[in-house]
Each structure stands twice: as structure tokens, then as C-alpha cells.
């Protein structure tokens, strides 16, 4: 039973949602896109990318060059890109936290080799506040390193406790309760996500650790703050049918 419960974390997300999401992140694509044809010209922000920024998220376990960085970890995947404007006169830090047991947005298996930033459950550009930040630079080797060294600083206050307190042991998705969960407890303001979907998180994690009492508790959570997302209620209502099938079924074990 409970692998059947498993098994729903590998159904498709519901389709509209996942349109939506793409949509919104459609910019963000084209950007990414344009900007890796582009050959810059002065300074290499790439090579000091190299320099000033990559060192930091390699002491955190990413892998990477270049603008595109990664940390697979046992149960989640990190995605973290930087992102240029179109002028190409500043610069974000694109972040994307996906669960490794659970489909990303348009409902597939993960490939922690393959999956972009706008595919991951939870994403944001990384910031000392709950907007976007971005970094202006100019096209001289002395800017680049005071952006690059500035975001770096940012990423390191802000965005690195929740990488740690993530991959931790055990990870703060086991320790939260549900009496004290939210997003902001959980150090998810500011990620394009609600408290339903991190819930459905913590539900699909927490049977991953077999706490199964608990991970239903979420799911009931969950259920009631789903707002009017329909994909998301049934996710949330097969999960909680499994819940009951698998009580039945103990019971008729113990009979």
C-alpha cells in the first residue's frame, strides 16, 4: 500500500497549472537563451563568475561552471542559474529547490542532470527581501567582481541556511510541525509557491521517511488551505484516500 501511495508522486501535475507556470517563467527562458549567444565583449563576467561566486556555492556542494550550477542531494535537487537582463547590464541568481521523489511542474520524473530552474517546485530569484534582487554592473572587470561579490554575500546570508537546514539530518521538513508550519517558518518566502504545495512537500517527504501518522497530519493541512487549485486537492485527496485504504488494510491483517 504504501508503495501505491508512492506511486502518486509520479502522476502528471495538473495540466493547466503546469502551462501556467511555463508561461510565467517564459521570459526567464528567453532570457537564459539569448544571453548564452551572446559573446561578450571587455570582461569575461563568465571567468569571474569563476573567481567570486562559484567558490561560495561549491562550499555549499554545487557542481557547475560557467552560469549554471547544481547540488544533487539524496532526496532533493538545487538549481541555481545566473540570469542576465536583455540590456546585459545586470544580473540575478535563479534558484530552483525540487524534491527528487516527486514529478517536476509538468509532471515528469526529475533527471538531476537536465532539469531547469522554471521546471523545479519551488523557485526564486535570490534576494535580501521577498522581491527579486538584481545586480547592476558595468562592463568593467572592477563592477563585475563588486556585483558578483555583493550577490555572493546575499546568497551566503540568505539563501544558504535553507540549503543546510533542507539537506540536514534530519532535514527541517521531518522536524517542522504542523502546528508551527508555514512558509515563512519553513524559510520559503519569497518562492513561487503557496503553503498547499509545500505541504503536499512535506506529506510526499515524510512518507519517503515512513512517518506516515505525520505525513497525514500535512496532508489534512494541506487540503485545507488547496485555495482553488484542482490538481493540487487531488493530490492531496488520493493521498489521503491511500491513508485510509492502508488503515483497512492493517486492520484486516490484525482480524
Known amino acids: 500500500m504504501w508503495k501505491k501511495i508512492k506511486d502518486l508522486f509520479v502522476a502528471k501535475t495538473d495540466s493547466l497549472e503546469a502551462n501556467a507556470i511555463i508561461m510565467n517563467d517564459a521570459k526567464i527562458v528567453t532570457t537564459d537563451d ?73 509532471g515528469k520524473p526529475v533527471d538531476p542532470k537536465k532539469l531547469k530552474v522554471q521546471l523545479c517546485e519551488f523557485r526564486r530569484r535570490i534576494s535580501s527581501t521577498a522581491k527579486d534582487q538584481w545586480w547592476d554592473f558595468e562592463a568593467t572587470e572592477e563592477s563585475m567582481i563588486t556585483a558578483l561579490q555583493a550577490s555572493a554575500s546575499v546568497y551566503v546570508e540568505h539563501m544558504r541556511p535553507l540549503v543546510h537546514a533542507i539537506c540536514a539530518e534530519p532535514s527541517i521538513f521531518a522536524e517542522i510541525s504542523v502546528e508551527k508550519f508555514n512558509v515563512q517558518a519553513m524559510g520559503f518566502e519569497g518562492f513561487a509557491s503557496d503553503e498547499g504545495r509545500l505541504a503536499l512537500a512535506t506529506a510526499r517527504y515524510l512518507v519517503l521517511k515512513k512517518q506516515h501518522e505525520k505525513a497525514r497530519a500535512f496532508a489534512e493541512h494541506g487540503l485545507r488551505h488547496v485555495g482553488i487549485s484542482v490538481g493540487l486537492q487531488r493530490d492531496f485527496e488520493e493521498l489521503l484516500n491511500c491513508f485510509e485504504q492502508a488503515k483497512l488494510d492493517d486492520i484486516n491483517d490484525a482480524s
Open 34 to 106: 539569448a544571453q548564452t549567444d551572446v559573446e561578450e565583449s571587455g570582461p569575461n563576467l563568465s571567468g569571474l563568475i569563476r573567481q567570486h561566486l562559484a567558490p561560495v556555492l561549491r562550499a555549499d556542494g554545487f557542481t557547475g561552471s560557467g552560469r549554471s550550477f547544481r547540488k544533487n542531494h539524496t532526496d532533493w535537487l538545487f538549481v541555481l542559474t545566473l540570469e542576465t537582463s536583455r540590456a546585459g547590464n545586470a544580473f540575478a541568481l535563479h534558484v530552483g529547490i525540487q524534491p527528487k521523489f516527486a514529478p517536476d511542474t509538468l
